[in-house]
């Protein structure tokens, strides 16, 4: 799903409370300061000037008095929040019954520290009843609001929106600067840990097991192809329309000047790579055939391209007419539309911002691979049958389609064939027939 921290968030990480505060109350000095452009405000996650009354026990007037301090704490714990002292059976419901001070005195810090405490003096044993004042202070102070923790550690979290959502890595990098300077101006104690997190980090997170899931694929993808067409070479040329298809999704993103969202954007990927092959395996699955049935390599090409191009167009076509509703909003209202015959047809809402980048990532995607699918697998198929004899003679493997991995390296090597033949004096065969010489007619006559 969609990330869940703020665009901003910087942890500070420690043990000792006071001095993770500490360093959270300079770091938001520091940052106020020296502004960065872009973040609203920075904003702790903890309030650390919460006001808070404290009740400080004299011990050795409760000492004196013969009361203990747990008998202090209880009588004033049960004034102010209450405790079980019975309960009532009605039928089969129980009901609690809880004792505790009014409100008008609970609320009152005066009737609080007036409140009697009655007790069993433990030296001499007898009942007595003294004032809470008597053994007890009023301290007015200030406290933290909480202690947060993450992964066991006390963790104290400045926050913040930003004006442009757009703008949010520019944002963190700028603030990863300014924090870089904080570190070397102040001392910040060895035991404190300060480091960026927020929708960056769960950004990155996401982006790396995306780009694992894609590789995956690749790898599944190709060992399927591999089962299924016997050879090394054409599930190349099928995994190459998947890259073309990227070009075509940022291509398309940069024409119509929309935002990416990256996560709905690698998830598109993922999910166009299992839909753009079709088109390729549609087209070299029935060049084979073509060629199983006498045809030349390049007449059955060329030939394979213009009968499956309305097979390749129809599919791409269904898959972008199926996805346009989610990627423009498009909403029904059917509850409405058969009780009062009222669609409430209307485009937008909250849906389109999450399912809009996975629909255009897809849409532009497919735009793209279908002109590939045409130009592109009919080319690459012709290139890599007359180059597979000649490389698997020269190299002495015929797993030489595997050097394909290496990327544009692999032309290197296809030029290394051709120097070396060169050489050598030899020509390299490609699969093109040569030109036979013409022959002088022979004259024959008669005797």
Do not use: C
Not at 73 to 91: C, Q
Not at 127 to 152: C, E, F, W, Y
Not at 286 to 312: W, Y
């Amino acid at each position: 799903g969609p990330p869940t921290d703020p665009p901003v968030n910087v942890e500070v990480i420690g043990d000792n409370f006071v001095e993770i505060a500490r360093v959270a109350t300079d770091i938001r000095n520091y940052i106020d300061t020296n502004r960065v452009e872009g973040i609203e405000a920075l904003r702790t996650d903890v309030d650390l000037s919460n006001p808070e009354i404290s009740v400080s026990i004299d011990r050795e007037r409760a000492m004196a008095e013969g009361i203990s301090t747990a008998q202090i704490g209880m009588e004033l714990r049960t004034a102010v929040f209450g405790r079980e002292v019975s309960k009532l059976k009605e039928g089969e419901d129980e009901y609690k019954i809880q004792l505790r001070s009014s409100d008008l005195v609970r609320n009152n810090i005066t009737d609080l520290m007036n409140m009697r405490l009655t007790f069993r003096d433990f030296t001499t044993g007898a009942i007595k009843q003294i004032p809470l004042s008597a053994v007890a202070r009023i301290d007015h102070t200030n406290t933290s609001g909480g202690i947060r923790r993450k992964n066991m550690k006390r963790t104290i979290q400045l926050q913040s929106n930003v004006l442009d959502e757009s703008q949010t890595a520019r944002i963190n990098a700028a603030l990863a600067l300014k924090l870089d300077e904080f570190k070397r101006r102040y001392k910040v104690p060895s035991t404190v840990t300060v480091r960026q997190s927020g929708v960056g980090e769960q950004q990155a997170e996401t982006m790396s097991f995306l780009g694992m899931s894609l590789i995956y694929a690749l790898l599944g993808i190709f060992l399927i192809l591999v089962l299924q067409f016997n050879s090394m070479s054409k599930p190349f040329i099928v995994l190459t329309e998947i890259f073309f298809s990227i070009i075509g999704v940022f291509i398309g993103y940069a024409l119509t000047g929309m935002t990416m969202a990256m996560i709905m954007l690698g998830v598109g990927i993922v999910g166009l790579a299992g839909i753009v092959i079709k088109n390729g395996i549609l087209l070299i699955e029935f060049t084979d055939e073509l060629r199983s049935r006498g045809m030349r390599t390049r007449e059955a090409a060329i030939q394979a391209g213009k009968i499956r191009i309305i097979p390749v167009l129809l599919t791409a076509l269904a898959t972008m007419l199926g996805l346009l509703p989610l990627a423009v909003g498009f909403n029904i209202d059917f509850a409405r539309m058969f009780s009062e015959l009222n669609p409430h047809i209307f485009f937008g809402g909250d849906s389109v911002v999450f399912w809009g980048p996975l629909s255009w990532t897809i849409i532009f995607g497919l735009i793209f691979a279908f002109f590939m699918t045409l130009v592109m697998v009919p080319g690459m198929y012709l290139i890599a049958e007359r180059l597979r004899r000649p490389m698997e003679r020269f190299y002495g493997s015929k797993f030489v389609a595997l050097l394909g991995f290496l990327g544009p390296l692999f032309f290197v090597l296809v030029g290394v064939m051709y120097g070396v033949r060169r050489i050598q004096g030899k020509r390299v065969w490609t699969g093109q027939q040569r030109p036979q010489p013409a022959q002088k007619p022979v004259l024959m006559s008669e005797v």
